[in-house]
């Protein structure tokens, strides 16, 4: 439109609310149009009746410009994209996993073992009560420091061994005292984390998992509840594909396929050995099976004396004499529990408001563990208040007593609760 009026060119500029606009001496009008046929038959309509010729009809130039509505409606596809690159990159099969592979689905073959280098404290004289399982396994001790010793003799060390018993004996504690005796690395995995969803998983995480052994060799590798994935094969498998068993497979050959010359030892952990499929245990994988049981009273002694060594006790104790005592009242009891009990009795003195610990707050710990917490400010009923006691229809009366102090070979028998009012029927 010019300064005095005249309509020189029409532009569509595209379709949007009305609106003007001066640059320069140009003037620019927006208006909306219902469709570009529509418009072009009414501009041509409107020119004819106001007697326009040809060469002096409005130009129409069309241009297309976007007020950013298309980029909007692109920015949730992008975020999603996004999201799901870094999910597959960072997911949780890729946490602490930096430097092996890309992470998340990408690593999901490869294995989930923590090396521990320079981090293992634990050394033989923090193990307690298992003293033949540690001088049997002291001979992979003296294999990983001087190789070189029994490969002059011809000797080959064994390759492997399984520490079996029941739970809380300390199996994990004597593998890993062992790396730090040794000062090698200690690779640790448990035996469900090659078990997963994904067929051919569990396989490839094995050959990783010997892999990393082999880079860090000498190293001490431990399985630990190995029973997971060393089931006897061939049982509740019907005619599928088992991934425990390719997993197993795939285990059995990586034991197989060690040499002397790679200095890695071994060790496993289980409760269940009657379970292990039996080329599991043959000589040239698992050689050994070392058991270790509860400890007798003076292992519970010697294990007392290891966790005593951090509490505050009272002056007046002295600890040898006290672990002694303990380790008489706690009869088949195993190194978890006794570590048990002694974290109970430094909970039992921070609530009692206690500066130190003394020796009532052990024996109410072994209470403890042993039954239930004593009932506090629990008031006696007169009928209840007797010599003798009825607990689970026997009678104790006061009277009568056994002394087992002279009794050097069986451990005392543990105390028994009585308690009034209650029914085990």
């Known amino acids: 439109m010019e300064p005095g009026g005249a309509v020189v060119a029409a532009a569509v500029i595209g379709i949007g609310g009305g609106a003007s606009r001066i640059w320069g001496d140009w003037q620019y009008v927006w208006f909306n149009i219902g ?9 041509e309509t409107a020119q004819q009746e106001f007697g326009i010729e040809g060469e002096n009809r409005l130009p129409v130039v069309y241009s297309a410009e976007s007020d950013g509505s298309f980029l909007l409606s692109m920015l949730p596809t992008v975020l999603i994209v996004g999201f799901l690159l870094y999910t597959l990159r960072r997911g949780p ?19 989930t073992a923590k090396v521990l280098k320079d981090e293992i404290d634990v050394k033989f004289k923090d193990v307690a009560g298992c003293e033949e399982a540690k001088l049997e396994i002291m001979e992979f001790v003296n294999f990983l420091k001087n190789p070189k010793q029994y490969q002059d ?11 079996t018993g029941p739970p809380g004996t300390g199996k994990t504690l004597l593998a890993k005292a062992t790396a730090g005796e040794a000062n090698v690395p200690f690779i640790t ?7 997963e969803m994904f067929v051919g998983v569990g396989p490839a995480r094995v050959r990783d998992l010997f892999a990393l052994a082999r880079k860090n060799a000498p190293c001490i590798l431990f399985i630990d509840e190995i029973d997971a994935v060393g089931r006897k094969r061939g049982r509740g498998n019907f005619g599928g594909q088992s991934e425990q068993e390719n997993t197993l497979n795939q285990l059995l050959v990586e034991m197989d396929g060690f040499n002397t010359t790679t200095n890695v030892v071994i060790l496993a952990g289980t409760n269940r050995p009657d379970i292990l499929d039996p080329a599991l245990m043959r000589p ?3 050689d050994r099976q070392i058991y270790i049981g509860p400890p007798d009273i003076k292992g519970r002694a010697s294990i007392f004396k290891v966790h005593l060594r951090p509490l505050k006790l009272e002056s007046i104790i002295d600890k040898d004499n006290l672990a002694r005592k303990l380790a008489s009242l706690t009869p088949g009891f195993s190194g978890a529990d006794i570590a048990n009990v002694c974290n109970e009795a430094a909970l039992i003195a921070a609530r009692h408001l206690s500066d130190a610990i003394n020796q009532k707050h052990f024996e109410q710990a072994i209470e403890r563990v042993i039954g239930a917490p004593r009932e506090a400010q629990a008031e006696l009923k007169r009928e209840h208040q007797q010599s003798t006691h009825r607990c689970e229809d026997t009678t104790v009366s006061r009277s009568k007593y056994v002394d087992f102090s002279y009794v050097t070979h069986v451990d005392p028998p543990p105390p028994i609760q009585c308690r009034p009012g209650l029914s085990y029927s």
């Open 153 to 163: 003799l011809g000797a080959k060390i064994p390759k492997g061994a399984i520490l």
């Open 93 to 111: 099969a890729g946490m602490g996993r930096t430097g092996r592979g890309m992470g998340g689905l990408f690593s999901v073959g490869e294995t």
């Open 189 to 195: 995995v448990n035996g469900s984390e090659f078990l």
């Open 35 to 43: 469709s570009v046929d529509t418009f072009e038959r009414n501009l």
């Open 284 to 286: 040239g994988r698992f």
